[in-house]
């Protein structure tokens, strides 16, 4: 029997759209092939096929989606108008993967997670697109993750409040896979985890448990020196209230 530890589902569709559409920015990636790591619905994979309102008239995203959101923006900077680019590949790491096309599956999610007034929308969209699924510890399965995206794709590992679940020894062994799957290939991680949960995040001077995530993105450069202490990343913004908030500052 598959168990639902998780009390929160939904996709985070507002802080990672502009978060992936950086990295492919960045590393000049026409493709990229997504990696949703510790959430087993694996609903962050549908960022490409929502529609994201950020005020001031601007929407990303598909407009003709069935899952509309809102996300408020703080501050004066807009969210960039990047383009997401085309998505060759969508896998879901976690010790017990749940598949949409399963009722059972679906109505363990209704019944642990209910707030959300999308949440059936976006259930019957992970119905219809369904994700490779690897199952086990995330932190030994990446290199199996990141086999499976094309190789002119980018492969991007997500990862939204999943750290925060393991212990400060298994987030740095988390960052040492990345940087040892990189040693073949570019591989980038957009994170959105709480002040101090990502290793490679600056934490802006912020406090831990201060009321706010950091959205996060590290690259890891082909090199064959490992392990590499000086891989770092940047801070691109802070979320409130899981993504309904928002601040851009890359």
């Keep these: 029997m598959v168990s639902v530890k998780l009390s929160d589902h939904t996709g985070r569709y507002a802080v990672l759209y502009p978060a992936i559409a950086e990295a492919a920015r960045r590393c000049a990636a026409e493709r990229v092939g997504l990696i949703d790591v510790g959430r087993p619905a694996g609903l962050n994979l549908n960022v490409d096929r929502v529609g994201i309102f950020y005020g001031d008239d601007q929407t990303l995203g598909d407009v003709s989606s069935p899952v509309q959101l809102e996300c408020s923006v703080v501050g004066d900077r807009r969210i960039p108008s990047v383009p997401m680019p085309d998505v060759a590949a969508r896998i879901v790491v976690d010790r017990a993967p749940l598949d949409m096309r ?14 959300s007034r999308h949440l059936d929308d976006e259930l019957a969209l992970a119905e219809s697109f369904p994700p490779q699924q690897i199952s086990g510890d ?55 985890e709480g002040v101090g949960v990502a290793p490679t995040i600056p934490t802006l001077g912020d406090r831990p448990a201060s009321g706010h995530s950091i959205i996060g993105l590290t690259v890891f450069e082909p090199s064959t020196a490992l392990p590499r202490f000086d891989v770092a990343g940047d801070a691109l913004g802070r979320c409130w209230s899981r993504g309904r908030f928002m601040s851009w500052f890359a």
Excluded: K
């Design 102 to 115: 399963n009722p059972e599956h679906r109505n363990r999610i209704r019944l642990a997670d209910d707030r």
């Design 138 to 192: 995330p932190i030994t399965t990446l290199s199996d993750a990141v086999s499976c995206v094309p190789d002119r794709a980018l492969p991007v590992v997500i990862t939204t409040w999943s750290l925060s679940r393991f212990s400060p020894e298994r987030r740095r062994r988390f960052v040492h896979a990345l940087e040892e799957l990189s040693s073949a290939r570019r591989t980038a991680w957009v994170s959105v």
